[in-house]
């Protein structure tokens, strides 16, 4: 049985922060870190900042779920 799509509320940032995003995927700010500099997860820099988009984090995550 499958969980219903993630659809996040009107209070949720579509745009994260890079503390935002480790909570986000429950990880350490050093494994956001790592996880930029391999390329590996979808990020942007504006302004100088890492910021994420939720919707590809989402999908992201879903691509990486192993079966």
């Known amino acids: ?6 659809t996040p509320t009107s209070s949720e940032p579509d745009i994260l922060t890079l503390d935002q995003a480790a909570a986000y995927l429950q990880v350490s700010r050093a494994t956001i870190y790592r996880l930029i500099k391999s390329r590996e997860v979808p990020h942007r820099r504006i302004g100088g900042r890492y910021r994420f988009s939720r919707r590809a984090l ?6 990486k779920i192993v079966d």
């Open 1 to 6: 049985e499958e969980a219903p799509p993630y």
């Open 58 to 63: 989402l999908e992201w995550v879903e691509e």
